[in-house]
């Protein structure tokens, strides 16, 4: 992650402030109190703050103008640009837009929302904002260690990723840190693995439905193998059932058939027998038939004679029944008489009363009608008079709220008068007390002009001291700039290059020694070590010499020699460094107009220290033009006192004053404050006493108007009331209560009649009741009389008709019994019981119910023998359909195909489940191996630190989760505080950067390394810029020069391309502070 | 058979049976399923060229030579072909239904169906009831076909009885089960002794598939078998009857000939070497079912592997097996301490190796095992040989190999 831009407004004492960050090291210096910390502050509050938080009142600008505004721009991945945008204070707002291309931005979230979907980007370690989430500004391990505040730089050491309030800093750390640790041999194997787990598993760990998946493939086999299994079964089942079934039918036939055998023998012998017998019962029947005709001769010749003797009791019943039928025809005829005449008497009863009962109903409504008339004629009356009597009251109510009106008009009239009395006396008090304020803002007028003239002379002295400071830093800058020095990069480069020279020098100083014998007098020049020629002349004799490393010699005329010492390989390095040397430093030591390298450095050193006394100088100066920033606007100050004081004496006069001095004596008014305070006190009494005369004025016109309004109404009340008396004839107060009377007595007359009408028909009803009784009497007796004649006149004809019966009863006995044979009945007998005797007799009795179900048994056996025949023939013929030995052998290929499938399904389980079990086994032990962040960072962090601080150091103990434990040093473990505050804040920076590279995020110092040493400054200011390679570093510091070459403090164009790797702001120019116009408010933050 | 004794043969018959044309093979993968099923076809050409080697005079066929009464038009068709391609005017193939290919309405048998169509005239369907057919003027076959899958009717027992003075060789052809002992049978029972029963010099039947020949010899009763073998287990597959008739009533002379050759091997092995020794041996026309019993450590577990790839082929190359069925359910995998294992493993791999370890003595640790030798040759394969792991390689190494 890096930033872009940062745009701050109103926080803090920034007015405005505009910053483009570089991808790499971003150096943003400038002085002291500029607000450098304040942007640092502003980026933390807009990547970690909620715009509704409290802790935004620290941000409120000093000088009120507006609330504080801040957009940062970032880029979280490549193409994945956000703009957050949150405004603080009274209006609070709160934007994330997102964008790929840094210009085109959509709006992801906002409100709430932002700092929520903040977190997820940044992944810090932060819990989603909540009702339970951290208040305030949150602090995590990762914001601590990339955003730590100026005074907190090391605080990263009292940090664990345990504190943090959920777990994604750890994991974005663990992932960063696994990915950067994969051993790659251990990813090639997880990723075969996974190939072979995504063959057959889903992402969701069930196993695959891809048309591909292994088990897709077998399972179809299964499933169709099942289905064959199935279905053979299911033929083996029936082929076993039908075969079991046949084999039960054959057994049952053979025992069918001895059943059947049985019973045909049975039947047999029992047919024997029932010959027997049937031929038996043939005689027996016939011996009995010859006796039963003897003994019907002898019963027909007594029926005969008893028939006889009862048609002679017969004819006399009928003579007796013929003299009672006459009596009861002439008891009939009587009872007919009486009928008629009770018939007659109830006829004549009836319409008698009917007349009666007419003329006196046709009385009684008559009387009725009167009085329903006169009711009615009352109710219109009564009506009337009540409407009369509604009327008068509401004259009455009306009468009573007009006096109740005039009372209070009166009181309210009074109340009225006393409050205008009051105001009165309020505003002569005011007049005094605004003399007296008057009168004292003119003594203070008087005393603040002076305190402003004394600060406008101070103000002139500091401008004047702060101009001499800036002149003499300008006079040494002017002798600087004209020294062209090396950077001290290059100057240290070529140090090392002279030292180079000199070691490659020393390995060619080997010693050497000439000797020359000349065969003729030669002129002769011989150089040593470089140095200066030395003549010889012309000379015949021996010549040596002797040198460390090289020899020249110039034989006029004829030779130079030039012998060197030292190996070829080393020659050559000694040349090629001294070619680099007048490449590199002999144009350095020309620009520099200097003969030496060590010339080059002295100057450098007399060059520094310039530079730190312009700083010091210019330093100076800031403070002065700091301090008049500081001061208020004194100018304006004064020019205000005096037009207060000209405001105070105009228009005052000398009586009056006198007279207010002695009221403010008299109220102990010493100040301005007290006369105000009086002041403010009567114009808060004065609005109160204009309410308390303006309600009563109020309230008098609304009563006196009410009051109009009531006596209008009650004129028109009485008037009505006169109206409707007059309309009702013969009033008086009483006729109410009469008219009342008089309903009543009706009310009772009208009843009387009613119930007389009732008793009318009541007397008709019984009237009638009585002859109804004696026609039903007669009715009765003769219904009675009827019913005798009827019974008597059919007992008759029976008798009549018997006695015909027994007339022809009796003429064919007569017959019948002349016809008898006795004689040869009695001879018919006899044979038959001499054939019976002859006869043979059965073993035993055989009934036909016997050999009905001997009979039945047979057939029943045959039956069922043919059923069982039918069945086997039908479960043959099934059987030839369902396969028999062929459904056995199929079933059995099925259940070994099905068997042969189920093993290879779980061959194929154990395989796939061993390769899930694989991979999940490996990212188990690579998460466990990867969670200790401890040993996984704990190594380049202990090894920069050995490298800064020479192997003082030796191992930093950090715990799974970052804590910082021991650190070892001369063998012992201490705790880092005990270290020095340069040296922990120098661990912390590369514990920070260190952290920061693995997340590849950026890290926010703000002014980490001011208790470096200038050795060590070297180094971490490397350390920085290498990691400034990969990382995006943000530097707030008013020291650039700690981190910045004199070349990038102040460049020029050629410097430009330094843009991408570093890139000094000076915040100065970046910064619009606001106008320190105004004191700061007490407790609103920081000093920037 | 010397010269004088051919001349004294009446007639000479080719007793086949059980082709089962058509068989699924259900138990094996569809390659094997194809290997196996064209084998059957193949069985036919080599039994009908021995019909011709001993110019028999007459083949039997004695029934089940479809598996199913209305096969695929690509067995029908195939074996029509195989007919066609011969000339046997003298020589009458007779096809009998069996219970597998019983004699129905639309069956292959049917008159109207394409297969009788395709036959040629000198081949005969045995497709009516009291088959009668004079094979020469000393001899006749009677036959009777199955109508149904099932049956507990004696269709020998149909056969005509030998008439008083028929001194003809009187062959009867059936097919179905003998049996001894009394009781209800429902597979085409036929009587132990219905070949006497009925006077037949010969009683040509088929259903069992391995050859049998039941006494009494003057009158014999044979099951040729199946050609070639259809499961394991069927033994004396592979083989024909050929039938001599000798004159004068003599006792018919039965000869089995080998015409199948596929093997049915059904192996279970106990040990590496005894798979080595399999591995060794000629199995190119062979259906093997393996059955791994032993405990093997990862090396040995990876040269199993590859022995039985090796047999079994692989897109690449053919297997040395003809067919290969593995059981892998008694092959149990001892992954020892692991240490070997570990050695030489970056520390997260042995980290991996210590936790499937753990895993793998559990009672269900047959999972980790597996998990195990999955690392191990995932681990090999990505360091390219075995010296990745050298206890491991030490192990391979001592196979001898």
């Known amino acids: 992650m890096k930033l872009l831009t940062l745009n701050v407004e109103h926080f803090r004492c920034v007015r405005k402030a505009k910053v483009d960050f570089g991808p790499g090291l971003n150096v943003l210096y400038g002085p002291n109190d500029l607000g450098k910390s304040s942007l640092a502050a502003a980026i933390r509050a807009a990547l970690l703050l909620q715009s509704t938080s409290k802790e935004s009142e620290e941000f409120v600008s000093w000088h009120g103008t507006g609330d504080p505004h801040i957009e940062l721009v970032l880029e979280s991945e490549p193409q994945r640009i956000w703009r957050v945008r949150k405004t603080f204070g009274t209006h609070p707002q709160a934007f994330l837009e997102e964008s790929r291309d840094g210009v085109d931005f959509n709006v992801e979230a906002r409100g709430r929302d932002v700092d929520g979907r903040l977190r997820e980007i940044l992944r810090w370690g932060l819990a989603q904002p909540g009702p339970k989430g951290p208040k305030g500004m949150p602090v995590t391990f990762l914001s601590t260690a990339l955003l ?209 009962r007419q003329l006196k109903r046709s009385a009684i409504d008559e009387k009725r009608a009167a009085i329903l008339s006169e009711q009615v004629t009352n109710n219109a009356a009564v009506t009337r008079l009540e409407a009369i009597e509604s009327v008068a009251q509401r004259a009455q109510k009306i009468e009573s709220a007009v006096d109740e009106l005039t009372r209070r008009i009166a009181e309210l009239t009074n109340q009225h008068e006393k409050a205008l009395k009051a105001l009165r006396d309020l505003d002569e008090r005011e007049r005094e007390l605004s003399g007296i304020a008057q009168s004292i803002r003119g003594k203070l007028a008087r005393t603040g002009i002076a305190e402003a003239e004394k600060a406008l002379a101070q103000i002139e002295e500091w401008r004047q001291e702060s101009n001499r400071f800036v002149s003499e830093a300008i006079a040494i800058e002017a002798t600087v700039d004209a020294t062209t020095l090396p950077s001290a990069e290059d100057l240290d480069s070529l140090k090392e290059l002279e030292q180079q020279i000199q070691v490659a020098r020393a390995r060619l100083g080997v010693g050497l020694h000439m000797s020359l014998s000349p065969k003729r007098e030669l002129v002769i020049a011989i150089r040593r070590d470089g140095g200066s020629p030395e003549a010889l002349g012309a000379t015949k004799i021996l010549v040596e010499a002797n040198a460390k490393r090289e020899i020249e010699i110039d034989i006029d005329g004829i030779a130079e020699i030039r012998l060197a010492g030292g190996e070829e390989t080393a020659r050559e390095e000694a040349a090629r460094l001294q070619a680099r040397w007048a490449a590199e430093a002999e144009p350095v030591l020309k620009r520099a107009g200097l003969g030496s390298l060590n010339d080059v450095v002295t100057a450098a050193n007399a060059r520094s220290k310039n530079l730190e006394e312009i700083h010091r100088l210019r330093q100076l100066a800031d403070g002065r033009d700091q301090r008049i920033r500081d001061q208020r606007d004194w100018g304006s100050i004064l020019a205000k006192h005096r037009r207060d004081l000209e405001t105070a004496e105009a228009g005052t006069i000398e009586g009056h004053r006198a007279q207010w001095e002695a009221v403010a004596k008299k109220l102990k008014i010493n100040d301005l404050a007290g006369a105000e305070a009086h002041l403010a006190k009567l114009s808060a009494e004065r609005p109160k006493l204009i309410d308390r005369a303006r309600i009563p004025e109020g309230e008098l016109t609304a009563a006196r108007a009410l009051s109009n309004e009531k006596q209008k109404e009650l004129i028109d009340a009485r008037e009505e009331l006169l109206a409707a008396q007059s309309a009702v004839e013969g009033y008086s107060e009483d006729l ?15 009843t009387a009649a009613k119930q007389e009408l009732q008793e009318l028909d009541l007397d008709v009803d019984s009237g009638l009741a009585a002859a109804r009784g004696s026609l039903d009497v007669a009715e009765k007796e003769h219904r009675k009389a009827e019913t005798a004649h009827h019974e008597i006149a059919e007992e008759l004809r029976d008798a009549e008709s018997k006695k015909a019966t027994l007339e022809g009863e009796l003429r064919i006995l007569g017959e019948t019994v002349a016809k008898l044979d006795e004689v040869a009945a009695r001879a018919a007998v006899v044979a038959a019981e001499t054939e019976l005797a002859g006869a043979a007799i059965p073993a035993r009795e055989i009934t036909d119910e016997m050999l009905t179900g001997l009979k039945s048994s047979a057939a029943d056996a045959q039956r069922e023998l043919t059923e069982i025949t039918d069945a086997i023939h039908k479960k043959s013929g099934a059987l030839q359909h369902v396969g028999g030995q062929i459904a056995k052998g199929r079933t059995d290929d099925a259940q070994e195909a099905l068997r042969i499938l189920h093993e290879k399904e779980r061959d194929l389980e154990i395989d796939y489940e061993a390769w899930a079990l694989l991979r999940e086994t490996l990212l188990e032990a690579e998460q466990e191996e990867g969670v200790h962040l401890g040993k996984m960072l704990g190594g380049p962090i202990v090894q920069r630190f050995s490298d800064l601080t020479e192997g003082r150091y030796g191992t930093l103990n950090l715990g799974p989760d970052l804590e910082t434990g021991k650190i070892t040093v001369a063998g012992e473990g201490r705790q880092v505080g005990a270290l020095s505050v340069g040296t922990r804040d120098q661990l912390s920076l590369i514990f920070r950067l260190t952290l920061a590279e693995q997340l590849k995020s950026v890290v926010v110092l703000d002014d980490q390394l001011t208790q470096s040493d200038s050795q060590r400054m070297i180094w971490l200011r490397d350390l920085i810029r290498q990691s400034a390679a990969n990382i995006q570093i943000l530097v707030f510091t008013c020291r650039p020069a700690d981190y910045l070459s004199p070349a990038e403090l102040k460049p020029t164009k050629k410097l430009d391309h330094l843009a991408m790797a570093v890139r000094p702001i000076d915040l100065a120019q970046k910064i619009e502070r606001s106008a320190a116009s105004e004191p700061r408010p007490a407790g609103s933050g920081r000093l920037g | 058979m010397t010269t004088a004794e051919e001349q004294d043969v009446a007639l000479k018959i080719l007793h086949t049976a059980d082709w089962h044309l058509g068989v699924r093979f259900s138990s094996f993968g569809d390659e094997d399923r194809t290997k196996l099923t064209r084998a059957r076809i193949d069985a036919v050409d080599r039994l009908l060229g021995t019909a011709e080697s001993y110019s028999v005079n007459a083949v039997l066929c004695a029934g089940d030579l479809f598996d199913t009464p209305a096969p695929d038009e690509h067995w029908w068709k195939g074996l029509a072909e195989k007919f066609q391609r011969r000339n046997w005017r003298d020589r009458p193939v007779f096809l009998l239904p069996g219970n597998h290919d019983p004699l129905q309405p639309n069956s292959v048998w049917s008159a109207d169906h394409g297969f009788r169509r395709a036959l040629p005239s000198w081949v005969h369907v045995v497709d009516r009831d009291a088959y009668e057919f004079p094979l020469s003027e000393e001899a006749v076959l009677y036959a009777e076909p199955c109508r149904s899958q099932a049956g507990s009717e004696d269709l020998a027992s149909r056969l005509p009885l030998r008439s008083p003075g028929d001194q003809r060789i009187r062959i009867g052809l059936v097919h179905g089960q003998t049996f001894d002992i009394a009781g209800h049978q429902t597979n085409f029972p036929i009587a132990a002794d219905a070949a006497q029963q009925r006077g037949l010099n ?70 590496l070497a005894d798979l080595e020794l399999l591995r060794a041996e000629e199995l190119g026309e062979c259906v093997v079912r393996l059955t791994l019993a032993m405990d093997v450590n990862l090396a040995q577990f990876e040269r199993i592997e590859k022995i039985l790839d090796e047999l079994k082929g692989n897109e690449a190359t053919h297997g040395r097996a003809g067919v290969l069925q593995v059981h892998r359910g008694e092959l149990g995998l001892n992954t020892g301490s692991g240490e070997d294992l570990e050695s030489g493993l970056p520390e997260v791999l042995k980290s991996v190796v210590q936790r499937l370890q753990a895993r793998a003595g559990l009672k269900d640790g047959a999972v980790a095992r597996q998990a195990l030798y999955n690392l191990y040759k995932t681990y090999k394969a990505v360091r390219g040989g075995p010296r990745a792991l050298p206890g491991a390689a030490t192990q391979t190494a001592g196979d001898g190999r």
Do not use: M
């Open chain 1, 148 to 356: 730590a505040e100026q005074d907190g730089v090391a605080a990263i050491f009292g940090k664990t990723l345990l504190d943090d309030s959920d777990e994604s800093g750890k994991k974005r750390l663990i992932e960063a840190l696994q990915a950067a640790a994969e051993d790659p041999l251990f990813k090639a194997v997880l990723n075969i693995v996974q190939a072979r787990v995504d063959e057959a598993f889903a992402a969701s760990g069930q196993r695959s439905r891809r048309k591909d998946s292994p088990w897709v493939k077998l399972r179809e086999q299964i499933g169709l193998a099942e289905e064959e299994e199935r279905q053979c079964r299911e033929q083996l089942q029936k082929t076993t059932s039908i075969e079991s079934e046949l084999q039960g039918l054959f057994s049952r036939r053979l025992d069918c058939e001895a059943v059947l055998a049985k019973a045909v023998e049975n039947l047999k012998t029992a047919e024997s027998a029932r010959d027997q017998a049937i031929r038996r019962a043939e005689i027996c029947k016939r011996l009995k038939e010859s006796k039963d005709r003897l003994t019907e001769i002898a019963s027909s010749i007594k029926r005969l004679s008893d028939a006889q003797s009862n048609y002679a009791e017969l004819s006399q019943a009928i003579e007796r029944l013929v003299e009672r039928e006459k009596e009861a025809q002439l008891s009939l005829t009587e009872k007919v008489t009486r009928l008629e005449a009770a018939k007659e008497d109830v006829r004549i009863q009836g319409a008698k009363h009917e007349h009666e």
């Open chain 1, 736 to 750: 109410l209560t009469q008219l009342v009377d008089r309903q009543s007595e009706l009310d009772g007359e009208l």
């Open chain 2, 202 to 271: 010969y009683l040509a039947i088929g259903d069992t598939h391995g050859f049998r020949e039941l006494p009494p010899r003057n009158t014999p009763t044979v099951y040729p078998g199946a050609p070639e073998a259809t499961k394991f287990g069927e033994l004396d597959a592979g083989f024909v009857a050929v039938v001599f008739f000798p004159r004068q009533g003599r006792t018919p002379i039965v000869q089995r000939q080998k015409v199948g050759l596929w093997r049915w091997r059904d192996e279970r092995i106990t040990s």
